[in-house]
Every structure is written in structure tokens, then in C-alpha cells.
């Protein structure tokens, strides 16, 4: 039952107005308790003594009214408690305005389902309240409740607000946002690609400089949402020039913004209240891991609701626990950033997101658009983008859950990733398809909730026509692992459907609205036939459909064609005899300069992509340089440089003999720079050193977007370079007495001979001690490795062995060739004195491979002749497949990696400046080169050494043969400064040209 508020023609003779019928409906059925703090979406109770508490059902927004709506009214319910309900007799409301005087009541009511309407189209701008009692016996009031309600002017600027169906408003129209985390690329060489974004976020400015946002949106129509989170505080105010200010920290320790703070949020405000251009405000990236107390940033929301009740608050959250203690609560828009490519991960957060948002608060997502092998310091090639069928999945997953936003992290890997580059317009193409289907209202037989059957699937290379046999359908209404929306614009209709479950599935789809024979799949090139009002279709594991009666769906080229064009760029970007395609093998590294929260960005500058940005000195003076590692020696005789800026540079070619021969570039002027060397040169590491830009450059740091190197030495008359022969480092003094012959190890196991038991001291002394329910192990005998899972309730466990020990055997070897599985994939074997007085990590790490650790650098007892026995005990996490391939304790380890002081005695817990490092490396068979790297924190952040991204190692030894390499290094002020918290330090030897690729050390050490 519905009643309706008739209005007085007293104090400010406003004409009664009945209120119209309902015809919209919200995306999600949950109802909003009243904002109890003016223009903030957040619950309100009427007070605790009243025990009443009043649901605004319209406005939607932030309790305000805004010029832009097309309906214009005021809707209200009011809820008691059973306890209160029997002495309740009638419900009695009325519109109050700024001054307390009635503007209208409600006729009187019974029920308290009864939703109570006041017509505010012709109210004046202003503030209002509604209130609600309910009278008892004798007309004696038992309880009331209020909420403050604000009819507002029309904005100066911009106006963004979300609908009932989570569309985010724009200036009263309904728009889906599309573009990045990070600034949208506008040197994208596609115009009809940048005119597909209208978005980019978290953008820091520097007050009171709004440019950036201004001509954005002047020249390109992209809007801003600026950056407001308290740390950024520090470059919008440039407090970073006042050390130890408080205001960047203060949401770690506070329960509420500062009133300084508060003062900088007001500045902020009232620069952009005129702009067109914004967008809204970024308050808070992954609080949930940044130290957020969740007080001060509902505190933060707040204070920003007051000041600006134009323009929504966004908040990201990467945990689904997030997204309720520190998400929703703080936020006009939750914007969550789930990083992971599992069919059901991102719809997890979706539907978490939709559990917790109350009407009036909008969903985006910020999807993964970067590469881990070039955003860490995985290898290149081995972790991409995710394919462009998880991203599609992921897209239209967020569009089915009511998200309307998608601004991906991030748009440095746009251009220079095909998956990237080629995929994601094709996606925004489809986005705005399905567009004007996502604003419209649903009405008449779209109301109805679309019913989606589900039965599992063998997967399709197993299966042989239909259902696999025993399998039944999931007759539920609506699946968990089904998304599904319907849409209708204009006479057609769209549908999405998705299968967030981890197997294909056969899904049967009922609606009212199908009425038509067929459908079109968009961008699949096939139909489906309707049939009683319904159609049965196969879907992907993770992937969706689009179905529509649409022509224009006709026109958009098909995911399998998609997918050739990705694969046929990948393929082209390898041009014919370019030696340095990172797709051959070739390794990079760069001194520092460049973006330092992307570890490897500069292998981009051999991708074969030349508009990219490449490698780009960002954050550093000249000269830095770029290294290039050849697979093997090859003759080099002409170098391609495609550079917008570089004028001054050195070319040095360094071959399998450790020389080094050095070409010099002065006052270069082309963009596209080719240079012949008077003769080739055998080269196994190119570097390229930058030592000017041209004045006036634009970009103004050093730039080389792409070089290519060539065997032969063709070219279309570019002058010839002569070669400079350069100094080669003289070998470590020290070394030659630090390295001994080799010997055999004291003891190895390669688990040939795998038995366990139960207890230490009872049994076989050559068997390892485990609890066979929890920590399963054995021998694989096709690949001689020991195969290892844990079940532990505990989420871990361990097995151990008593094995001898002699101080002149000091290294330690462990090698685990495989970590998989879903879960935290760590490991951790610790280095344990029987009689428990020392026991420390010698291996902890979440990457395979083969480790070494100096036992003596464990602790003191290790050092000692008299011990002789250790307690080895590998530690392995629940739902992780391991393979370890042997474990062994020698004088010198082969194939291993040896950090020491350079006197020979082991590192201490910390290094100062003026420390001397001996790096070691034992090599079984000979290579042509060997470097180290050092990592630090469970994501294997570079470390630098002397300023420098690795240490050179030299062939050592009598017969310098390649077998053995070291190097002595001392710690100089460019050495970066850290302390281990956690996870130890990784070095890290690159082998080039021998038996193995790499091997490795952990070591618990501080850098002061």
C-alpha cells in the first residue's frame, strides 16, 4: 500500500500534487536505511530510545535530489521492532522544511509496510526532513525517526551520481565508463581507439594546477578521477618538501581527517567545483593492506559527502574481506581490483560486492591490464596478459553484476602488450554495444529474473556429444556460478550470460521476453534457436555469451578472429635477422631510471613494437644505459635504434671473452637511427648507454622505443662507426685463495631411496620423519623427483631427518624444480642444531630452483668443529604440489651459488657501506657468462648493488675455463638500504651459455 503526502498551501504556498506510480526497478532488491549524516549514503537509525528507524527508497543517492532527475520525489518506510508493534495504533509522516514547519503529511496508516511518497518537483532548492511516528493508545507517540533529505541547485560543474540501476549519471545521462587506472593513452596511434575511453583515475595533481584535468577533458572528453587518498596528499601539497608532516600518515593512526587535512580536502573542492571535466574523488587504494584505520576513512567519505554533493567517492579493495571492512561503508562506488584469472575469482567479488552495496551505490571494476613478467621480475614470456577470453569473461561478468565502470591497471602495458593492444578496444567496441541495453529500465517482462538451468560438461576435448554419463542438471532457479542480465533497447533485447564454475557447462535459458525464433551469439558468428520461450547453449568454463536481436552485435568481428589478430601481431613483431627480439631468448636489464615500481617495463624495448614507449629514463639524470644478453656470441654489423629523443649515445658490444668494443653516437638528429659498424663483432651483450637528448625534446628523458640488431651489414648509405677497444675489470686479488679444489659432499640425498617413519631415533636412520595423514611424499619414477602435498588442517607441514654435519662442509644445496598449485605456494627448510639451540631459515622462498645456503651464516654453532650432527626439516604449505629433486651439504657446491665476506668468513646479519662481498659461483659445466641479482620481499623487488641492477661476474680459477666465476664487490651510498622483514634476501646468479640457466641463495641479511 502506498500513501501519499498532500502538501500544505502553508508558509510557501506549494500546490498539492499526487506522486506517480513506480516504474523503475533497482538492479539489486536491497533497501537503504536514511543517511544520517547530510548527503551521505550511509545507514541512520532513528534514535536508539526510539527504537524506529526510517529506509529513504528515493532519493537513491546520498539523500539529495538533484537538477538532472527526471522524477523528482521523496519515498520513505518506516520499520519497528515486533516488540514496539502491538502498542502502535497509527503511522503518521510529514515534510518538514529548514525551519521545522510542516510542508505536508501523509494521510494516517496502520501498516508499517506502507511506503509513504511526497512530490518534490516543485520544491525550492534547500534542505528537508522527513519525519515518521508512530502513535500509540490516546495519541501518545512510542516512537519517531527523521532523515534529512536536500533538494540542490544544479551544479556548477560537472554532476555524477548513481540510479536506481546503478547506472552512473553524468549530467542526467546514463554512461558506462571505460579507460584505465593510470592515464588514458592519448599517443595511441588509433584515433577511433581513444575516442572508445571517457575515463582515467587515481590521478594525483599539484595544487592548484588543474590543467591536467581541464585539457583532458577540453581536447579529448576524458574525464578525472582525481586522486585524494591521504598519502597522496604529499605531492598534491608537496608536503614531501615538509619531512615527518602528519597529514600522509594520519589515516594509519587517527579515528578521523585533521582539521588541516580537512582544509586541504576543502582546497581540493572548491578548485574543481566548476569543472567539467571531473569525474569524482580516489580515496583509498587496497586499504585493507595499507594500514587504513576503517574509522578514519568512513570519517574521510564523510567529510568529502559534505563538501562536494556532486561528485561520488570511489574506494578499491583487492580482498573480498575488504570489500566489507573497509569497502562499501566509505564509498559512493566500490571499485574492487581482483588480480587473478580463475573462472569464479572476479565474479566472487562481484557477488560479494552485491551482497554488502545498498541502492545508490555503483560497481567498477579494475581489471588486471598489465604483465607480471614485466610489471615483477618473472621471465619474460612466461606470464602475459591473461588471454583475451578471461578478459572478456571478466568484462562481461562486471556488466551482468550491475558494475558499469572498468578502468583497467594499468595503461603502460596497453601499447606495448598485443594481448593488450589488440584485445581490449575489441572489448570496449563491445561494451559499447550492449550500452544503451545496460541503461535502460527494465520494465513489464524484463522484471522478471532470467532462469538459467546448469549441468556439467566433460571438458570438450573429452567430450563425445552430450553430457557426460551420471552428470545431472542443477535445476535451481538461478545457479551460484551463473551470471545472467537481460536488457532492452528500443525493440531489441540483450542478454548476458556467464559461467563462472571451473568446468563447461550446458546451460537452458528461460525468459519472458523470448518470444522471438532466434538470437544472435554476438561476436561468435552463430544463432541460437528459441523454443518455449527459452534456448539451451554450451559455455566455456570462465567465459560469456551475448545474445541480441541487434544487427549492429552483426558487425563486430568474432572472438576466434580476435584471437588470430593477436597471434598474427605477435608473430610480425619478430622482424627477420633482429638478433635482440626478446622473443629469442634475448635477456634484459637497465640501470636505474626507469618507472621503479615496474621492475622490468624496459624489456618493451625489444618487442618489435615501435610506438611504445619502450625503455623511458623517468625517474633519473643521464647517462644511464640498457644491457642486452644474446643466448650466445653472435657477429653483429648493424644496429637500428627508433629513438624520439636520444642525440648523445654509446653503443658497447661486449663479447663470450669478457672484451668489450665501444661505437660512440654524437649529435644524433633521427628518430629512426640505423648505424653500420666499420666490421662486425662477436657480441653476447649489447649495451646501449644514453648521454643527451636533443633540447626541446618532447618527450623530454631519454627515450629509446625499440632496438633492433642486425648480423649483416646492409643499409641504405648510414655512415660506418668505428670500434674503440675499452678496459677490461681485472679479476678479484682475493679470489684465487678463496676458491679450493673440488671435493665430494659429505652427504646428498636424491630420494632414490625414499622411506619415512613416524619418530626421530627410531628406526632407519635414512629415513625421513613425517605424518603420513598430513604431509604426502613419493618418488615420481619417470622423473626421479619426490612428489609432495600436504592435507595438515593447519594449512602446513613438515617432514625432518638427523643428518651429520662438519663445519668444513658448510654449504648447503636444496633443489625444488616445481611450486604449483592454488594457495600460497612457500616453502621453507630450516637448519636446526639437534640440541635446539639455533635453528634458522636456510631456503625461504616461493620460487623453484636450486639453492645454496652458508651454514655458517646460520648461526655460531655452525661454525664449530665440535658440531656434528643437524635436524633438517622441510617445511611445505596445504594445497601446493612440490617437487624436490635433492638436498645435500658440501665444501663447495656444485652448481651453486657461494656469498660470502671477502675474506671467506659469512655475511652478518646486516651489511653497512664499506663491506666487501665475495660472489662465487661452482658451475658443473662451462658457460659463457654469469652474473648476480639480488630481490627482496615475496614479489622479488631488485635490490641494487653500487646503484647497479647486477654484479659482473669474471671466469676465475686456474683454468679460467667458464666452470668457476667471482667477483668482489664493495658497498658503496648507491647500494640500496633495506631491512629484511619476512621473506630473506634472493640472489640470484644468471648463467648464459652452460648446463643451467640460474641458481640461487637466501640469506637473511639487512643492507643499513
Known amino acids: 500500500m502506498t500513501r501519499f503526502g498532500s502538501f500544505r498551501t502553508a508558509p510557501h504556498g506549494i500546490g498539492s500534487r499526487r506522486g506517480e506510480g513506480d ?118 507517540e512510542a516512537a519517531s525517526a527523521r532523515a534529512a533529505i536536500r533538494k540542490l541547485p544544479r551544479s556548477p560543474g560537472s554532476e555524477v551520481r548513481i540510479d536506481a540501476q546503478r547506472n552512473i549519471v553524468i549530467d542526467g545521462k546514463p554512461s558506462v565508463q571505460i579507460g584505465w587506472y593510470g592515464a588514458v593513452r592519448l599517443d595511441d596511434p588509433r584515433p577511433e581507439v581513444l575516442a572508445l575511453q571517457n575515463i582515467q583515475t587515481a590521478s594525483a595533481i599539484t595544487y592548484p594546477d588543474k590543467t591536467p584535468v581541464t585539457k583532458l577533458y577540453r581536447e579529448h572528453g576524458i574525464r578525472t578521477m582525481v586522486n585524494l587518498e591521504p598519502a597522496r596528499l604529499l605531492y598534491t601539497f608537496e608536503l614531501w618538501k615538509q619531512p615527518g608532516h602528519p597529514v600522509p600518515t594520519e589515516h594509519t593512526k587517527r579515528s578521523a581527517p585533521s582539521d588541516e587535512c580537512r582544509e586541504m580536502l576543502r582546497k581540493m573542492v572548491e578548485l574543481f567545483k566548476d569543472e567539467p571535466g571531473l569525474f569524482g574523488w580516489y580515496i583509498a587504494d587496497e586499504p585493507e593492506i595499507n594500514h587504513f584505520r576503517a574509522d578514519y576513512l568512513e570519517a574521510y567519505y564523510r567529510a568529502i559527502c559534505e563538501l562536494d554533493p556532486y561528485h561520488p567517492v ?182 548476458i550470460v556467464m559461467n563462472s564454475g571451473l568446468t563447461r557447462r550446458r546451460v537452458a535459458v528461460k525468459h519472458p521476453a523470448l518470444a522471438m525464433a532466434k538470437l544472435s551469439v554476438v561476436s561468435e558468428a552463430r544463432e541460437v534457436a528459441i523454443e518455449n520461450g527459452g534456448f539451451a547453449d554450451e559455455i566455456p568454463a570462465g567465459e560469456a555469451c551475448v545474445y541480441s536481436t541487434d544487427p549492429r552485435g552483426l558487425k563486430l568481428p568474432t572472438v576466434a578472429q580476435i584471437e588470430t589478430e593477436i597471434s598474427a601481431f605477435e608473430k610480425n613483431s619478430a622482424r627477420p635477422g633482429n638478433l635482440l627480439h626478446a622473443g629469442r631468448g634475448v635477456k634484459a636489464r637497465a640501470s636505474q631510471g626507469t618507472i621503479p615500481w615496474f621492475a622490468q617495463i624496459y624489456y618493451y624495448a625489444i618487442n618489435g613494437i615501435t610506438d611504445d614507449e619502450g625503455w623511458h629514463v623517468t625517474h633519473a639524470g643521464l647517462p644511464q644505459w ?40 654524437r649529435g644524433n638528429t633521427r628518430e629512426t637511427a640505423e648505424h653500420v659498424l666499420a666490421r662486425p663483432v662477436s657480441t653476447l651483450k ?110 602446513y607441514a613438515s617432514m625432518g631427518r638427523l643428518l651429520p654435519y662438519s663445519s ?30 639455533t635453528a634458522c631459515s636456510a631456503v625461504h622462498t616461493i620460487k623453484p630452483g636450486r639453492y645454496t645456503a652458508d651454514a655458517h651464516a646460520l648461526g655460531e654453532v655452525f661454525r664449530s668443529r665440535g658440531q656434528g650432527q643437524v635436524l633438517l626439516n622441510i617445511y611445505l604449505m596445504k594445497g601446493i604440489a612440490y617437487a624436490l629433486d635433492e638436498v645435500s651439504l658440501s665444501s663447495q657446491p656444485p652448481d651453486g651459488l657461494a656469498i660470502t665476506m671477502a675474506d671467506g668468513s659469512p655475511l652478518p646479519r646486516a651489511l653497512k657501506e664499506g663491506d666487501e662481498l665475495l660472489f662465487r659461483l661452482f658451475l658443473e659445466k662451462p658457460a659463457t657468462d654469469a652474473i648476480v641479482e639480488s630481490f627482496r620481499d615475496s614479489w622479488y623487488e631488485p635490490v641494487r648493488i653500487n646503484g647497479e641492477p647486477y654484479v659482473q661476474l669474471l671466469k676465475s680459477g686456474k683454468e679460467k675455463d667458464g666452470r668457476c666465476w667471482s667477483a668482489v664487490v664493495k658497498l658503496g651510498p648507491k647500494t640500496d638500504k633495506f631491512k629484511v622483514s619476512g621473506y630473506p634476501l634472493l640472489f640470484r646468479a644468471a648463467v648464459t651459455g652452460g648446463a643451467i640457466q640460474e641458481t640461487m641463495s637466501t640469506v637473511m641479511v639487512d643492507f643499513q
Open 23 to 140: 516504474a523503475s526497478i533497482g538492479f539489486c532488491p536491497l533497501v537503504c536505511l536514511a543517511a544520517g549524516v547530510l548527503g551521505c549514503a550511509l545507514h541512520a537509525r532513528g534514535a536508539e530510545s526510539q527504537r524506529m528507524s526510517l529506509e529513504v527508497l528515493e532519493p537513491v543517492y546520498r539523500n539529495s535530489i538533484y537538477a538532472t532527475q527526471a522524477q523528482q520525489r521523496i519515498v520513505v518506510r518506516a520499520t519497528l521492532p515486533e516488540t514496539l508493534r502491538s502498542r502502535v495504533v497509527e503511522i503518521r509522516g510529514r515534510l518538514l522544511d529548514s525551519q521545522g514547519r510542516e510542508l505536508a503529511a501523509a494521510a494516517p496508516g496502520t501498516e508499517l509496510a506502507d511506503v509513504v511518497r511526497f512530490d518534490a518537483e516543485s520544491l525550492p532548492v534547500g534542505t528537508y526532513t522527513v519525519e515518521m511516528r508512530a502513535m500509540g493508545a490516546g495519541g501518545a
Open 314 to 495: 570511489v574506494v578499491t579493495n583487492d580482498t573480498l574481506d575488504g570489500l566489507e571492512k573497509f569497502g562499501y561503508r566509505a564509498c559512493d562506488i566500490l571499485a574492487s581490483d581482483p588480480y587473478g584469472d580463475k573462472p569464479n575469482y572476479v565474479p566472487s567479488f562481484l557477488a560479494k560486492a552485491n551482497s554488502l552495496l545498498r541502492p545508490g551505490q555503483g560497481l567498477m571494476l579494475t581489471p588486471w591490464h598489465a604483465a607480471h613478467h614485466t610489471h615483477f621480475t618473472a621471465e619474460y614470456g612466461s606470464r602475459p596478459p591473461f588471454p583475451y577470453r578471461v578478459m572478456r569473461g571478466q568484462y562481461l561478468a562486471t556488466l551482468a553484476a550491475g558494475g558499469r565502470g572498468l578502468a583497467g591497471y594499468t595503461s603502460d602495458f596497453f601499447l606495448p602488450e598485443p594481448r593488450l593492444r589488440i584485445g581490449l578496444p575489441h572489448l570496449w567496441r563491445e561494451v559499447r554495444f550492449l550500452e544503451p541495453f545496460l541503461q535502460s529500465v527494465r520494465l513489464g517482462d524484463l522484471r522478471s529474473p532470467v532462469r538459467v538451468d546448469v549441468e556439467d560438461l566433460v571438458p570438450a576435448e573429452k567430450k563425445e556429444g552430450g553430457p557426460a554419463a551420471g552428470q545431472t542438471a542443477d535445476q535451481s532457479p538461478h545457479s551460484q556460478e551463473i551470471l545472467a542480465w537481460i536488457g532492452q533497447s528500443g525493440k531489441h533485447i540483450a542478454l
Open 626 to 665: 640498457i644491457e642486452f644478453a644474446l643466448p650466445s656470441a653472435e657477429p653483429i654489423g648493424r644496429v637500428v635504434l627508433y629513438t624520439p629523443n636520444l642525440r648523445d649515445y654509446d653503443l658497447q658490444f661486449r663479447g663470450a671473452d669478457g672484451t668489450t668494443q665501444q661505437a660512440e653516437v
Open 686 to 795: 649489447l649495451r646501449l648507454v644514453a648521454r643527451a637528448v636533443r633540447a626541446g625534446a618532447d618527450p623530454p628523458r631519454a627515450m629509446v622505443r625499440e632496438i633492433e640488431a642486425h648480423a649483416d651489414g646492409n643499409s641504405s648509405g648510414a655512415p660506418r662507426l668505428d670500434l674503440v677497444r675499452m678496459d677490461a675489470p681485472a679479476e678479484p686479488p682475493t679470489e684465487a685463495a678463496a676458491l679450493g679444489p673440488s671435493a665430494p659432499p659429505l652427504w646428498r640425498d636424491d630420494f632414490s631411496n625414499f622411506r619415512h617413519k613416524p619418530k626421530h631415533y627410531e628406526g632407519d636412520p635414512e629415513a625421513w620423519v613425517l605424518n603420513a595423514q598430513e604431509f604426502l611424499a613419493q618418488r615420481d619414477p619417470q622423473d626421479k623427483r619426490l612428489r609432495c602435498t600436504v592435507t595438515s588442517p593447519a594449512g
Open 808 to 837: 668444513e662442509h658448510r654449504y648447503f644445496q636444496f633443489s625444488v624444480p616445481e611450486i604449483k598449485g592454488e594457495g600460497y605456494p612457500w616453502l621453507n627448510v630450516v637448519f636446526a642444531d639437534p640440541a635446539a639451540k
